[in-house]
Structures are given as C-alpha cells and as structure tokens.
C-alpha cells in the first residue's frame, strides 16, 4: 500500500482502538502518559519455544545481534498472535532480555534461578534490551532500545538481600531476575541510557511512534498520570 493510499485509508477508517499485548502491570502504568485510552489482550505464545526457534535460525550471531533477533522478534509475533483476533485495531507489545557476558536472561524459570542470575550480574556491567512491535492493517513498527546497567559487588550484605528480595516474589517476572522501579534498584550502581528500557518499555519512544498510529484529534485528552 503506498503513501497516498495510506493516508486515505486513514483518513476514511473509524477511530481505531489501541491493545497493549502485554500483562505487565509496569507497561500498562507507562502506557497511560500517552493518553491514549487502551485496553490489555495478552499473546497466547510459548515465549520459550519461540526463542529457542529465534536462537536457531540466527545461530551464526553474536550475543549481542543474537539478543537483539529475540526480543525485535519475540515483540513481532505477540502484536501479530494478538492482531490475527483484533485486524480493526493497532497492537503494541513488547519484550525485554538482560545480556551479561555470553548469556542472555529472560525471566527467571525458579528462585534458585533468579539466585543464580543476580549472582552473576554483581559487580558487572550488562545490557538491557526491549523490543518493541507497533502494528495495524497497514503499518508495522518495530524497534529495539539498549541500556548499559551497572551492579554493585555483592559485599556488605548483598548475597542476603537477593535472597530477602527472591522471597518477596518479585524477581520471577522479570527478565534478569530484578526491576529497577522495587529493591532490585538497591543492587544498581550506575546506568547508562534510557531508565525505562530497563523497565521493560521505553515510554518517550514508544510515544513517538504511536504518534503515526492516532493522531492528536483521536486521543482521550492530556497524558494521564500513573495511578
């Protein structure tokens, strides 16, 4: 479809709904600064399988292409599980995945495996990347932010605070095994790019591109604060 035709049918098609095809609570906070009224449709996916099939096909990768194909990748096919049932609506999804050395960390699969991880990210410096996939029935985005994070060395008590912050929960749906917004920020020393990539959503880009998708005449208002 080309330009000029894009246009009319943007012009001519009704007001267009927004799905976040994510569950995180984080992302949907985030969400609402845009001001663009939403709502949540999860991807049914095996995310596991489907990296496993990313990791394949790009075997000959580095680390760092290799993370960058599973989260542009992983965030590519929730928009499309979740636009294949909503084709009158503009998807947006996303995925995040730690790289310390020559692994790259998604979620935590038990406790003594986010143990395991926050064991090796202290006292090193690694990288945090998001995916993010912004999609309709004539327009497909997708984009991937980096950011560098810093850990302190796991002197003066830090062993015993991943174990407290393991108990609490929190860790097990993160990727890495901690979130910068709760306790895992007591494990940062220094961070290098953009905050809420390691969030797991880098809003102000995120915002940018969804300013193709609704124009100001279709949004619900001011940007909303988070609740």
């Not at 479809?1 to 976040?20: G, N, Q, V, W």
């Not at 939403?38 to 990313?54: P, R, S």
């Not at 790009?58 to 599973?70: N, Q, W, Y």
Request: with cysteine; net charge neutral.
């Amino acid at each position: 479809m080309d330009f000029i035709t894009k246009e009319i049918h943007r012009a001519t098609r009704p007001k267009a709904e927004l799905i976040l095809a994510s569950a995180s609570p984080r992302r949907q906070e985030l969400l609402k600064l845009c001001g663009i009224p939403f709502t949540v449709v999860t991807a049914d996916i095996d995310e596991v399988a489907l990296e496993l099939e990313v990791r394949m096909r790009h075997h000959e990768s580095t680390h760092i292409r290799m993370a960058k194909h599973i989260v542009r990748g992983l965030a590519k096919k929730k928009a499309e599980t979740v636009f294949a049932s909503h084709p009158e609506a503009v998807i947006l999804s996303a995925d995040t995945v730690v790289l310390c050395g020559n692994e790259i960390m998604g979620k935590p699969t038990s406790e003594e495996d986010a143990y395991r991880m926050l064991r090796k990210l202290s006292g090193r410096t690694h990288q945090v990347l998001t995916g993010v996939c912004i999609m309709n029935d004539t327009d497909k985005t997708i984009f991937h932010t980096a950011t560098k994070v810093t850990f302190h060395g796991w002197k003066d008590g830090g062993e015993e605070l991943a174990r407290q912050y393991i108990a609490t929960g929190s860790p097990m749906d993160k990727a890495g095994a901690y979130g910068i917004q709760d306790l895992g920020a007591l494990f940062v020393k220094e961070i290098k790019g953009d905050y809420y990539t390691v969030m797991g959503f880098p809003i102000a880009e995120v915002h940018r591109r969804l300013m193709n998708f609704f124009p100001m005449s279709e949004r619900g208002g001011a940007p909303n604060e988070p609740a």
